[in-house]
């Protein structure tokens, strides 16, 4: 069974980095698959982050792509997120999640339970 | 970026009804789509993927269809454990986007 959990800070103060681990179990992050990163602010919509693939490929929503990082550490099975320059607009639950695709389809399956990240002073 | 329409936003039901969710797409999406039900303070949970395909331990009382940029799901029989919010997603394209969520309510 393949199980994804999120770590990192609680909170972040404005205009600095927001920092997440995701540690996968069940699966390895090197096998043929995207790792991704969702948000949502609390009481809100979901908001595609970014992925990362095997081979350290990466994919960044345009809204964050200046700001994101998404990367693989191989040898701990995990992923990271960062996000820098942050605000209380980026205060939200940040979940991570395997992304399945194929020729033809995909999907996000299984997702972690996420984390709530609150930006404050 | 493709936009995904969820109809209605809110929905009211009772146990044992049959409901239908409808996301439509700003251009054609092919059969990159899905649907996730998330229940309060829990992470999504993947419902459907390829349109239609239910996910491994779903019910059968869910069920997914559409093509193009209309698609539907439709719960037959409510229980009382569905009650949560339901998202579309679309992976045709990047950025991946959901629809805004259709928050379904014990009438």
């Known amino acids: 069974q393949v199980q994804l959990q999120e770590s990192g800070p609680g909170l972040v103060k404005p205009s600095g980095t927001l920092s997440l681990t995701c540690a996968v179990s069940?699966?390895?992050?090197?096998?043929?698959?995207?790792w991704t990163w969702v948000r949502q602010p609390p009481g809100q919509g979901l908001e595609w982050i970014g992925e990362v693939h095997r081979s350290g490929d990466t994919n960044y929503n345009p809204s964050l792509k200046s700001r994101v990082a998404i990367s693989l550490d191989k040898s701990k099975n995990q992923f990271s997120l960062e996000l820098t320059s942050v605000t209380a607009a980026d205060t939200a639950f940040y979940y991570c999640?395997?992304?399945?695709?194929?020729?033809?389809?995909?999907?996000?399956?299984?997702w972690g339970q996420g984390t709530l990240v609150t930006v404050s002073s | 970026d493709i936009h995904l329409t969820q109809s209605p936003s809110f929905l009211s039901a009772s146990v044992g009804d049959r409901v239908t969710i409808t996301c439509r797409a700003s251009?054609?999406?092919?059969?990159?789509f899905a649907w996730y039900q998330q229940r309060p303070g829990k992470a999504p949970k993947l419902l459907i993927y390829t349109t239609s395909t239910l996910q491994s331990g779903v019910p059968s009382r869910f069920s997914g269809s559409g093509s193009g940029s209309v698609f539907t799901l439709t719960i037959s029989g409510l229980q009382p454990e569905d009650f949560a919010t339901y998202y579309c997603q679309q992976l045709n394209s990047y950025p991946y986007t959901f629809g805004q969520g259709t928050k379904l309510e014990i009438k």
């Open positions: 251009q054609d999406i092919s059969r990159y």
């Open positions: 069940g699966d390895s992050i090197t096998n043929s698959h995207w």
């Open positions: 999640a395997r992304t399945m695709t194929t020729v033809t389809t995909g999907w996000f399956d299984p």
